[in-house]
């Protein structure tokens, strides 16, 4: 039920996306090139924003009503988009780069599917990743360990509000290169998605 709710609602919540969000989310695909995997493809949304560089995006979109559209936003031949889950897929060819956008936080086994995408990059390979991530202390994370053993995750496909997206992405072998912490509302807002992290790994 709540999976069903969150493909017909996320497709007006990227609309209405604040702008911070489509800032990062160009910055977490700036410089790109080569052969990408997407996992988490949604509606299509980072599709405008990779650069000329990329050769070809391989989109895994598992849910049928978000692949519908990430497929109709597939305007150039670069892009392939799946149905398989990250944990069904496999790929003769390795990628230059991977990208996460706003889908660790709701991955089943996030750790497992870490490290099976740095399986799936040539050596040296790159992730960028923008993910929501937990507070680092006070009322904020209180509450976000309050909603994700509650409501929060079946509103919002599984989503997770208090992972360490960074503290996975090193445990499973990559080395960070650059991170940054963002806040799309202040410190003292209730708003458990709030606390955002923008990086960069290498495998």
Request: aromatic share 6%; proline share 8%.
């Amino acid at each position: 039920m709540g999976d069903s709710l969150f493909v017909k609602v996320w497709p007006a919540i990227v609309r209405n996306e604040p702008p911070l969000i489509g800032e990062l989310r160009r910055r977490n695909l700036a410089g790109l090139a080569g052969r990408v995997l997407e996992i988490g493809a949604g509606t299509g949304t980072n599709f405008p924003l990779y650069p000329p560089e990329v050769t070809s995006v391989v989109a895994l979109e598992p849910a049928e009503g978000l692949r519908v559209r990430a497929e109709r936003a597939a305007t150039d031949g670069r892009f392939e988009v799946r149905p398989e889950r990250l944990d069904e897929f496999t790929s003769a060819e390795p990628f230059d780069a991977a990208v996460f956008s706003l889908v660790l936080c709701s991955l089943p086994g996030p750790e497992a599917a870490v490290a099976q995408v740095r399986s799936l990059l040539r050596p040296d390979g790159e992730l960028r990743f923008l993910e929501h991530v937990s507070a680092e202390g006070g009322m904020l994370e209180g509450l976000q360990k309050l909603v994700d053993g509650t409501f929060w995750p079946r509103l919002f496909g599984n989503c997770h509000t208090h992972r360490d997206a960074a503290g996975m992405i090193r445990s499973a072998g990559f080395t960070i290169s650059a991170v940054e912490d963002r806040m799309l509302a202040p410190a003292w807002a209730p708003v458990p998605s709030s606390p955002l992290v923008l990086g960069r790994a290498t495998a």
